[in-house]
């Protein structure tokens, strides 16, 4: 297990060093430079490239980005200047992570609740609802449930703030606008998986052996039928915690979401590069995480790792 | 069943409580109490304006100020020399002031006031916060905005030391300004620019690069100080150090950054704000409750007069072109009419001799409903000069930005010269970084759409935009009369005398046809009505709430 873990480790810091050295390089070839305000004069572009040190050779700021990179040092925004990358995630993130982390307990709660109901009662009225409720989480797009959420909680019936963050309750829309989608695909991953295992001959091993109904479904069933839903987990978790831009925007929640849109028609070098780094990190950590899981999940894994 | 029916109210059960205990609180929940009670009704006598915007400011710190919404805030928690407010000038930490007799020296005399942290404010901190401005190193993006003092060029590029900038402090409470050149909007435009402001030395050098970027790391020597800039939310509170505190109503200001416009409207019709700005789309919406104010943008289409394409630099036809377009249609297709028509350069609302530059001056100018016969005939006499024998012969590309409403812009503007001349016009849509990265900048375009907001208030802020010497002129234009009277109006020290030549200027360039002018921009926006003294103004700053008071 420790070999299988030390390698998967190696393989994510090499998947990191290649991702930002190929935005590195990238976001330099983007149409624009930084600096490109209507009132910029040659004068201050001269000034203002020689602040951010665009006037030493490109391989020089790449080992320079590198080495602050080492050091957790993202560097200063060129659009909201005076203010560091690190501290603008550190801001934004929280917000984007706690409000993610409601959607995703939501949305996987349910939708493996869902799953497991609808496959168990396949073709009755249950499953139909199901059904319906992943066909419509999964076909309306999430600015228009946030806005559909936001008109009749909030503005028509009241019962709920229609915006910002400042406690609990402000929470309640913005996590279940995001959780909608997610959900949608955990309940129907989980159903397709959960009718697959109900085929195997280890449920009619387990049948024949006289086990309870509720044991062969929680320990036979939904054990081997959750795997495909942890990995898609991966990359879900991901990107539901670092913020998700059109949600918090109708929201107004004040996470990073909005920063990864802005900063790349902005051309703002560093936060495009400190976006991608920290999202890329997660990524990788929560893969991590994921194939760790598969291992304690699934004894197969572990061996076929060997 | 019931098995199955237990499993489904653990999950519920779990993600209920994971929901309930939360992995984050905000922080200050003492100013969320506050909030909360003064949004819930007026039991609190606590005075809040409450507002938002859709873009967050880019910095608080005055030297690198470069947005409306960044002046605006900067305006709210500095004190400049003079406080400029709706256009007004009124004296601010300067009590008083002499220019010399050439128009070139200004001696202010301070009054005593101090910093939010108690410490007088010098003469030294505007000194320090000019030298900071133009010094090379501190690379501020409107550096350009302190050219107007002696030798602020040559700091800029690094020609000279900060120390030969032409500003010095006399002793503590006097301080002296050289100019370039005399300059009649002086004092207006230090009224709202940020970049004029004290700075202190000592708290940028504890700060370093940091200063400035939370409410923290900087002093405040106006009306209000920054309590808190966290999580897209800026509070302001009433600054009891503030030498005219007494004129100050409000205790407390948020102000939001809400990317979603319709979000910070449906909020406001909630009760959770009390200031919105409408989103163009919308304004049809809130008809009889809305009000407007122009916001100083006017909306060109460049002309490159070095195209490659011989027929858009003839004059001729660039004639034809403006001739040949009914604007009033055109406001109606492009922005559903919540813009106005222009056919000028300058916005009328500018200060000119005693009143507005608008009121004084009426420009003859191209008709805003067009008129095709006078286009035409331009449009034949610039066939014969380019060779062309008929108009669909003729095809010219319009630049424009992949934003939205630009793309509209183009479009209608494509349709209705299609129309009324006959010719072919195609987009070409680059990012907006780029439009004035590289396309403007290097002349690699033919038509471009394009804008300025002012800086001052005074012609020449749009017209310098066609001054051959100039980094914005964008279109290559190059009119030696032209130039000759924006230079010497620098001189000139007789007020209407001045004026009289910028206005001469504005009609060479309209005469020259050397652009195309589309537009006004109004913002249109809600306020609720127990609240006065909220001001509106076109430059540098488009809302000022210092001496709003609440009914």
């Given at each position: 297990?420790?070999?299988?873990?030390?390698?998967?480790?190696?393989?994510?810091?090499?998947?990191?060093?290649?991702?930002?050295?190929?935005?590195?390089?990238?976001?330099?070839?983007?149409?624009?430079?930084?600096?490109?305000?209507?009132?910029?004069?040659?004068?201050?572009?001269?000034?203002?490239?020689?602040?951010y040190g665009f006037d030493k050779p490109l391989y020089m700021q790449y080992f320079q980005y590198i080495g602050n990179l080492l050091h957790g040092n993202f560097g200063y925004s060129m659009f909201y200047t005076n203010k560091t990358v690190n501290y603008i995630i550190g801001q934004g993130?929280?917000?984007?992570?706690?409000?993610?982390?409601?959607?995703?307990?939501?949305?996987?709660?349910?939708?493996?609740?869902?799953?497991?109901?609808?496959?168990?009662?396949?073709?009755?009225?249950?499953?139909?609802?199901?059904?319906?409720?992943?066909?419509?989480?999964?076909?309306?797009?999430?600015?228009?449930?946030?806005?559909?959420?936001?008109?009749?909680?909030?503005?028509?019936?009241?019962?709920?703030?229609?915006?910002?963050?400042?406690?609990?309750?402000?929470?309640?829309?913005?996590?279940?606008?995001?959780?909608?989608?997610?959900?949608?695909?955990?309940?129907?991953?989980?159903?397709?998986?959960?009718?697959?295992?109900?085929?195997?001959?280890?449920?009619?091993?387990?049948?024949?052996?006289?086990?309870?109904?509720?044991?062969?479904?929680?320990?036979?069933?939904?054990?081997?039928?959750?795997?495909?839903?942890?990995?898609?987990?991966?990359?879900?978790?991901?990107?539901?915690?670092?913020?998700?831009?059109?949600?918090?925007?109708?929201?107004?929640?004040?996470?990073?979401?909005?920063?990864?849109?802005?900063?790349?028609?902005?051309?703002?070098?560093?936060?495009?590069?400190?976006?991608?780094?920290?999202?890329?990190?997660?990524?990788?950590?929560?893969?991590?995480?994921?194939?760790?899981?598969?291992?304690?999940?699934?004894?197969?894994?572990?061996?076929?790792?060997? | 069943?019931?098995?199955?029916?237990?499993?489904?109210?653990?999950?519920?059960?779990?993600?209920?409580?994971?929901?309930?205990?939360?992995?984050?609180?905000?922080?200050?929940?003492?100013?969320?109490?506050?909030?909360?009670?003064?949004?819930?009704?007026?039991?609190?006598?606590?005075?809040?304006?409450?507002?938002?915007?859709?873009?967050?400011?880019?910095?608080?710190?005055?030297?690198?100020?470069?947005?409306?919404?960044?002046?605006?805030?900067?305006?709210?928690?500095?004190?400049?020399?003079?406080?400029?407010?709706?256009?007004?000038?009124?004296?601010?930490?300067?009590?008083?002031?002499?220019?010399?007799?050439?128009?070139?020296?200004?001696?202010?005399?301070?009054?005593?006031?101090?910093?939010?942290?108690?410490?007088?404010?010098?003469?030294?901190?505007?000194?320090?916060?000019?030298?900071?401005?133009?010094?090379?190193?501190?690379?501020?993006?409107?550096?350009?905005?302190?050219?107007?003092?002696?030798?602020?060029?040559?700091?800029?590029?690094?020609?000279?030391?900060?120390?030969?900038?032409?500003?010095?402090?006399?002793?503590?409470?006097?301080?002296?300004?050289?100019?370039?050149?005399?300059?009649?909007?002086?004092?207006?435009?230090?009224?709202?620019?940020?970049?004029?402001?004290?700075?202190?030395?000592?708290?940028?050098?504890?700060?370093?690069?940091?200063?400035?970027?939370?409410?923290?790391?900087?002093?405040?020597?106006?009306?209000?100080?920054?309590?808190?800039?966290?999580?897209?939310?800026?509070?302001?509170?009433?600054?009891?150090?503030?030498?005219?505190?007494?004129?100050?109503?409000?205790?407390?200001?948020?102000?939001?950054?809400?990317?979603?416009?319709?979000?910070?409207?449906?909020?406001?019709?909630?009760?959770?704000?009390?200031?919105?700005?409408?989103?163009?789309?919308?304004?049809?919406?809130?008809?009889?409750?809305?009000?407007?104010?122009?916001?100083?943008?006017?909306?060109?289409?460049?002309?490159?007069?070095?195209?490659?394409?011989?027929?858009?630099?003839?004059?001729?036809?660039?004639?034809?072109?403006?001739?040949?377009?009914?604007?009033?249609?055109?406001?109606?297709?492009?922005?559903?009419?919540?813009?106005?028509?222009?056919?000028?350069?300058?916005?009328?609302?500018?200060?000119?001799?005693?009143?507005?530059?608008?009121?004084?001056?009426?420009?003859?100018?191209?008709?805003?409903?067009?008129?095709?016969?006078?286009?035409?005939?331009?449009?034949?006499?610039?066939?014969?000069?380019?060779?062309?024998?008929?108009?669909?012969?003729?095809?010219?590309?319009?630049?424009?930005?992949?934003?939205?409403?630009?793309?509209?812009?183009?479009?209608?503007?494509?349709?209705?010269?299609?129309?009324?001349?006959?010719?072919?016009?195609?987009?070409?849509?680059?990012?907006?970084?780029?439009?004035?990265?590289?396309?403007?900048?290097?002349?690699?375009?033919?038509?471009?759409?394009?804008?300025?907001?002012?800086?001052?208030?005074?012609?020449?802020?749009?017209?310098?935009?066609?001054?051959?010497?100039?980094?914005?002129?964008?279109?290559?234009?190059?009119?030696?009369?032209?130039?000759?009277?924006?230079?010497?109006?620098?001189?000139?020290?007789?007020?209407?005398?001045?004026?009289?030549?910028?206005?001469?200027?504005?009609?060479?360039?309209?005469?020259?046809?050397?652009?195309?002018?589309?537009?006004?921009?109004?913002?249109?926006?809600?306020?609720?009505?127990?609240?006065?003294?909220?001001?509106?103004?076109?430059?540098?700053?488009?809302?000022?709430?210092?001496?709003?008071?609440?009914?």
């Amino acid at each position: 297990m420790a070999k299988y873990i030390i390698k998967r480790v190696i393989a994510a810091i090499i998947t990191l060093f290649v991702l930002i050295t190929v935005v590195f390089f990238l976001v330099r070839l983007m149409p624009g430079e930084p600096f490109t305000s209507a009132k910029l004069t040659e004068e201050v572009a001269l000034n203002m490239e020689k602040y951010y040190g665009f006037d030493k050779p490109l391989y020089m700021q790449y080992f320079q980005y590198i080495g602050n990179l080492l050091h957790g040092n993202f560097g200063y925004s060129m659009f909201y200047t005076n203010k560091t990358v690190n501290y603008i995630i550190g801001q934004g993130f929280p917000f984007s992570a706690d409000v993610g982390i409601r959607a995703l307990m939501l949305a996987i709660s349910f939708g493996i609740v869902f799953g497991i109901l609808a496959a168990k009662n396949r073709g009755t009225k249950i499953d139909f609802f199901c059904v319906i409720v992943a066909i419509l989480g999964t076909s309306i797009p999430d600015f228009i449930m946030g806005a559909l959420l936001q008109y009749f909680f909030g503005i028509k019936w009241g019962l709920l703030p229609v915006a910002k963050y400042r406690g609990f309750e402000y929470t309640i829309l913005p996590a279940c606008a995001l959780a909608f989608y997610t959900l949608a695909s955990v309940s129907r991953i989980m159903r397709a998986s959960m009718l697959e295992v109900v085929q195997q001959d280890y449920i009619k091993t387990a049948k024949a052996k006289g086990l309870s109904n509720f044991r062969i479904t929680v320990k036979h069933q939904i054990r081997n039928a959750i795997m495909p839903v942890i990995t898609m987990l991966g990359p879900t978790v991901a990107s539901v915690l670092t913020g998700t831009f059109v949600i918090e925007s109708i929201f107004a929640i004040p996470g990073m979401g909005k920063y990864y849109v802005e900063s790349v028609t902005q051309n703002d070098y560093s936060m495009i590069l400190g976006m991608t780094v920290f999202y890329g990190m997660f990524l990788v950590v929560c893969n991590l995480i994921v194939d760790i899981l598969y291992g304690i999940v699934d004894p197969r894994v572990r061996i076929g790792g060997k | 069943m019931k098995k199955r029916l237990l499993s489904l109210l653990v999950a519920v059960s779990m993600s209920i409580g994971a929901m309930a205990c939360g992995a984050y609180e905000t922080e200050d929940t003492a100013a969320d109490a506050s909030t909360a009670d003064t949004g819930s009704g007026s039991e609190s006598s606590e005075k809040v304006f409450r507002y938002s915007d859709t873009v967050e400011p880019t910095t608080i710190d005055p030297s690198k100020a470069n947005s409306i919404v960044d002046n605006e805030l900067i305006h709210a928690c500095q004190e400049s020399l003079v406080r400029g407010t709706g256009g007004k000038v009124e004296p601010g930490i300067a009590e008083s002031w002499e220019l010399s007799e050439d128009g070139l020296t200004y001696t202010f005399h301070l009054r005593d006031t101090n910093w939010s942290d108690g410490q007088p404010v010098t003469a030294d901190d505007f000194v320090y916060g000019l030298q900071r401005l133009l010094d090379p190193a501190t690379a501020s993006e409107y550096a350009f905005i302190g050219e107007y003092v002696k030798n602020g060029y040559e700091v800029e590029t690094g020609e000279m030391e900060v120390s030969e900038l032409g500003v010095r402090a006399e002793d503590d409470k006097t301080l002296v300004l050289e100019l370039e050149t005399p300059c009649a909007y002086f004092l207006s435009m230090v009224g709202t620019a940020s970049q004029y402001v004290p700075i202190r030395k000592d708290i940028v050098e504890s700060y370093g690069a940091d200063f400035a970027a939370t409410a923290d790391k900087n002093v405040y020597s106006g009306p209000f100080k920054l309590v808190s800039t966290d999580n897209m939310m800026y509070v302001f509170e009433k600054n009891d150090q503030y030498w005219n505190k007494d004129a100050i109503n409000l205790d407390r200001v948020e102000f939001s950054v809400i990317s979603e416009p319709n979000t910070a409207v449906a909020m406001y019709e909630n009760g959770e704000l009390d200031f919105v700005k409408l989103p163009t789309d919308s304004v049809a919406q809130y008809d009889d409750i809305d009000s407007e104010f122009m916001n100083g943008n006017e909306d060109y289409l460049y002309i490159n007069e070095e195209s490659t394409n011989k027929i858009v630099s003839n004059k001729n036809f660039r004639k034809a072109l403006n001739y040949g377009l009914n604007r009033n249609d055109y406001i109606a297709l492009a922005t559903n009419n919540v813009y106005s028509p222009s056919n000028t350069l300058v916005m009328p609302l500018v200060g000119g001799v005693s009143k507005s530059y608008g009121e004084e001056y009426t420009l003859d100018s191209y008709p805003l409903d067009g008129d095709i016969d006078v286009a035409k005939e331009y449009l034949e006499k610039a066939m014969s000069e380019e060779g062309y024998s008929d108009p669909s012969e003729i095809e010219i590309e319009l630049t424009t930005t992949d934003l939205e409403a630009s793309k509209k812009i183009a479009e209608v503007l494509q349709e209705l010269w299609q129309n009324a001349l006959g010719i072919t016009v195609t987009i070409r849509q680059v990012t907006y970084a780029d439009i004035y990265g590289s396309v403007l900048p290097n002349g690699d375009y033919q038509i471009a759409y394009g804008g300025w907001g002012p800086d001052y208030s005074d012609p020449y802020t749009y017209l310098e935009l066609f001054k051959s010497d100039c980094s914005y002129n964008y279109s290559n234009y190059k009119n030696d009369e032209f130039d000759k009277l924006l230079e010497d109006s620098k001189t000139e020290t007789d007020v209407k005398a001045r004026m009289d030549m910028l206005n001469e200027a504005e009609k060479i360039i309209l005469e020259d046809a050397a652009f195309v002018p589309l537009q006004c921009r109004q913002q249109h926006y809600l306020l609720n009505d127990k609240f006065t003294g909220v001001e509106f103004y076109f430059c540098s700053i488009n809302i000022d709430w210092v001496y709003a008071d609440v009914e």
